[in-house]
């Protein structure tokens, strides 16, 4: 019998802080989920929908506009064990065309010190419009992420958009991207209709394990 998922309740969620350096990271504090993806793959009405509030997170018509990673703690209520608090770091969009050469490379800076320093980075979720597909960003992004020892998760955006027989060769393609590229099945999301949002969910409630302990331990040790 297949378990019915539902997402849990987001009992608060709360700016923490936006930085554009690694050294003015906030200090180290809950499990974190970081989410990645293009410009204007729906990162911020996703991060809405996870955090079940219709303004946490910036939606703009101009994309590009997150030019830092921002940082948000969500307290979580129901049967969650140890793990009753998280926090989302939204990372700046990749793909945008007008932003200069030199705040690219402070992006890319930013982002490695990150994902490879940081502690209590739990999972990367790396966000991809199902319509466009996996590109050559994204496929150097995951081939990256692959190197380090992080969870990784594909999700794809804006299924809603999708007719059946759309939905049914994006499902075809995932078959060839597991295992290689990331840990679990791509996700098929909507930031806007909900779909898609409690297997998100599940998956990062797993993600929130004492790997994170270990990941932090070592670290420390370094």
């Known amino acids: 019998m297949t378990r019915q998922l539902t997402a849990p ?22 499990p974190e989920v970081a989410i990645a ?26 994309p590009g506009r997150t030019r830092g990673i921002i940082f948000y ?38 982002l490695e010190g990150y994902a490879e320093r940081r502690p209590t980075l739990a999972l990367f979720v ?7 597909g996996i590109e050559a960003e994204e496929r150097q992004l995951l081939e990256w992420l692959a190197t380090l020892s992080i969870p990784v998760r594909i999700a794809f955006t804006k299924v809603d958009k999708l007719n059946a027989s759309q939905r049914g060769l994006v499902r075809d393609s995932l078959r ?3 295992p290689r590229i990331a840990t679990g099945t791509p996700l098929l999301v909507s930031g806007q209709t909900s ?5 998100l969910w599940d998956a990062i ?7 994170v302990e ?8 370094d």
């Open 37 to 62: 993806g293009r410009s204007n793959v729906g990162k911020s009405t996703l991060l809405n929908r996870l955090a079940a509030r219709h303004s946490l997170a910036r939606t703009s018509k101009t």
């Open 214 to 221: 270990a990941r932090s331990r070592t670290s420390t040790n």
């Open 73 to 110: 703690d969500l307290q979580l209520g129901g049967p969650l064990g140890s793990h009753p608090s998280l926090r989302l770091a939204d990372l700046p969009g990749y793909g945008y065309a007008r932003v200069s050469q030199t705040e690219r490379a402070s992006w890319q800076q930013l």
């Open 9 to 30: 309740e987001v009992r608060s969620a709360t700016f923490v802080a936006e930085t554009r350096t690694f050294a003015s990271l906030p200090p180290v504090g809950p």
């Open 176 to 178: 060839s991207l597991v």
């Open 195 to 199: 779909e898609g949002i409690p297997e």
């Open 126 to 132: 790396v966000l991809v419009d199902a319509r466009r």
């Open 205 to 211: 409630l797993r993600a929130l394990s004492p790997s």
